[in-house]
């Protein structure tokens, strides 16, 4: 869960016992492998053309991207700014500048129809800073014919949430002369939940004091209105132009009966409300310059969050209720000017850049407390302030082949940036960083791919982190921090690929990453906690990804995605100075999934499994771990039923449970006894989803 945009965060007390899965669309079935051919080059490049997919019946450039084989996309970065290329897709080989989605969410709204080409080729030979591994190129045609497109995607599960019916969407793309233009409307959101009478609390000495049981529900509307404009063709001056509105709704609600060995029996539950809105506006303008290209981008971004939380308690016994209310009202702002300098000299491909990012967050935080009267009385809380950064960066990048097999990447530059806050404290710091990076490609062989990267980044910190947040669902609370600062690490990433052909492909990623100033939570004075930042961490990991394709062994029409990973994590914990995993990490996952094209016919079937397991997340006062899973799941899908493609997908077939473990000590976890320990083993019910797409 990214922690960055104020909105994700207003809702992390209310779902911090909720894993993806359970809030998350159900995910889709993973692709199955085209045909290849090879393209004559410095490295290896793959290209898959139209007629690769038409046994998958794609309705848009994202179904094609979908069905690449061995390929993951990587998503648009919300971090610092607009920075170096992260999303590892490209649209007619230039990287969408842009934090609305990215190319993935454009070539959602582009027909299938449209597209010439897809080129599969390694980051470093590229000459597009910032990317790492494997890059898909989407060569669209000229002159688009004006098509329409809907989905809808109702979701029911049969217990505890509501259906969430009105979840789809519309768009209308098409072309006049040298404009392209895109009008997008779509709501995906989602009800989840969790619920049952698996919830045990027991004492320090484990003796059962407490029996509860549990519904929570997670209500959740995203409108987004998009209007995508393109002006050049295939002239020397390019521009884009991207205005979104995006309002959205949010209730969360949690529900427990809480019966109590004491006799003190009660009813307990949370209300959370989120009801805001974004704007964002985004272009950039490309032409010639002194025998190279001049591209100039701007963005700008705007949201309002206000947020309640309301946590009460009524007792039996007809003792007085308790309840807490946190109300915070958060307006964001983002503004980025930047320009780049692409030109070209012998084999050296040069790009310089320059940028300018300001954000500011204006928060207003109260936590108040209901007092006999029947009226809420406000409590000290440091939760108001305004935090703002101005940044700066300057970044050189050469890209060029060393030989006819090995390609050249360096990056090197810096940022300064200060950071200012004001309210409960007034401070001002200024910091100077440098970044860069060094990639390699190499292509040994045909059928084979390698590449190494090594790069210094600096990381971002969401500025609520700043203030004060209140978690009353799990009653816990943490105080400002002032002195926080952004992360910074040396990240090391290698991949080798291995194309089999008629068999299939695989890939296998290694990274091992050196954090300095991570974000974790830390104490302050005797007995306060904030979030802030620790010395250093260490990040490994390894990931696998292959392709296998059933039609050498005779299943024709079939083929498996094997996803395998595992990471190692370790940080000094600030209270026992040992060292542990840094919290709520992933540390291994596993997805397999199947799809069977049945040849001769319009139905494709499929199924899949995966499992996500996470390592404890660690306060100063409790240790807890919120796991799930595994989860089988199985669609049937018919690509051309009344000239619509309609899929049927039922997840969580063998009914898996959501679990959240939790041991809360009397003060920090070092020195203090327990005070109790939570158990939850709870249902998340079967989820079917119902995909009905198609062309206008």
Request: a positive charge; one cysteine or more.
């Amino acid at each position: 869960m990214t922690l960055f945009r104020c909105r994700t965060f207003a809702f992390l007390s209310l779902t911090t016992a909720l894993p993806a899965q359970v809030l998350a669309q159900t995910p889709a079935p993973a692709p199955v492998e085209p045909d290849t051919k090879f393209a004559e080059g410095v490295a290896e490049k793959r290209v898959f053309l139209p007629e690769d997919f038409a046994k998958f019946a794609p309705k848009t450039a994202a179904d094609m991207i979908d069905q690449l084989p061995s390929f993951t996309v990587n998503s648009t970065s919300s971090d610092r700014g607009l920075g170096q290329a992260s999303e590892n897709v490209l649209i007619n080989s230039n990287r969408v500048t842009d934090k609305s989605g990215g190319a993935m969410d454009r070539l959602r709204n582009v027909p299938a129809s449209d597209v010439v080409r897809i080129e599969i080729n390694e980051a470093a030979a590229l000459g597009i800073a910032g990317l790492t591994g494997q890059v898909a190129n989407v060569i669209l045609k000229e002159n688009r014919k004006a098509s329409g497109r809907f989905e809808w995607t109702p979701r029911v599960r049969p217990d505890y949430a509501k259906p969430a019916l009105l979840r789809g969407k519309l768009s209308y793309t098409g072309s006049e002369g040298k404009l392209d233009y895109t009008l997008s409307l779509q709501n995906f959101g989602n009800r989840g939940a969790v619920g049952g009478p698996d919830y045990l609390v027991f004492g320090p000495s484990g003796t059962l004091i407490e029996q509860r049981e549990q519904q929570v529900q997670f209500n959740y509307d995203n409108v987004r209105t998009n209007l995508l404009l393109k002006y050049g063709g295939k002239g020397p001056v390019q521009a884009n132009l991207n205005i979104v509105y995006n309002p959205y709704w949010q209730r969360n609600w949690n529900g427990q009966r809480r019966e109590r060995t004491d006799g003190n029996d009660n009813d307990w539950k949370t209300k959370a409300r989120l009801s805001g809105f974004a704007f964002s506006a985004s272009g950039d303008v490309s032409l010639p310059l002194a025998g190279g290209t001049l591209k100039m981008i701007g963005l700008r971004r705007y949201e309002h969050a206000p947020f309640t939380n309301l946590q009460t308690t009524e007792f039996d016994s007809g003792a007085p209720d308790q309840a807490t209310r946190f109300m915070r009202d958060s307006r964001t702002e983002e503004t980025i000017g930047r320009a780049e300098f692409h030109w070209k000299g012998g084999k050296n491909d040069w790009e310089l850049s320059l940028e300018r990012a300001y954000n500011r967050l204006n928060q207003v935080g109260s936590l108040a407390v209901l007092q006999p009267s029947g009226q809420f009385q406000d409590v000290p809380f440091n939760g108001s302030g305004i935090v703002t950064e101005k940044r700066y960066e300057g970044v050189l990048s050469l890209s060029r082949p060393l030989s006819d097999k090995l390609d050249l990447q360096l990056v090197g530059g810096g940022e300064f940036s200060k950071l200012g806050q004001t309210g409960g404290v007034n401070l001002s710091r200024e910091f100077f960083r440098p970044k860069g990076s060094i990639s390699l490609a190499w292509h040994p062989a045909k059928g084979w791919d390698a590449s190494l990267k090594l790069e210094r980044k600096v990381g971002q910190i969401n500025f609520s982190d700043f203030l004060s947040q209140a978690d009353l669902a799990l009653n816990r609370q943490n105080g400002s921090n002032p002195d926080l600062v952004p992360p910074q690490s040396w990240q090391l990433t290698g991949e080798i690929s291995r194309n089999f052909g008629a068999w299939g492909k695989t890939r296998l990623k290694a990274y091992a990453h050196r954090i300095d100033d991570i974000v974790d939570f830390i104490p302050i004075g005797t007995a306060d906690v904030a979030v802030g930042n620790l010395p250093n961490a260490n990040r490994y990991g390894i990931e696998s990804v292959s392709t296998l394709q059933g039609e050498p062994i005779g299943w024709k029409g079939a083929k498996v995605d094997i996803t395998l990973g595992r990471e190692w994590t370790s940080v000094r914990d600030p209270l026992t100075l040992t060292n542990r995993p840094i919290s709520n990490t992933r540390d291994y996952w596993a997805a397999v999934n199947l799809r069977h094209d049945i040849p001769g016919s319009q139905i494709a079937w499929g199924a899949y499994f995966n499992v996500d397991h996470f390592s404890s997340a660690y306060y100063l006062t409790e240790v807890n771990r919120n796991w799930e899973g595994p989860y089988f799941g199985l669609f049937i899908e018919h690509k051309n039923l009344a000239g619509m493609k309609v899929t049927l997908d039922a997840f969580n077939i063998t009914d898996a449970r959501n679990h959240f473990d939790r041991v809360v000590y009397t003060g920090r976890r070092n020195s203090a006894p327990i005070a109790f320990t939570e158990f939850q083993n709870q249902r998340v019910s079967q989820i079917f989803t119902l995909t009905v797409t198609g062309n206008f």
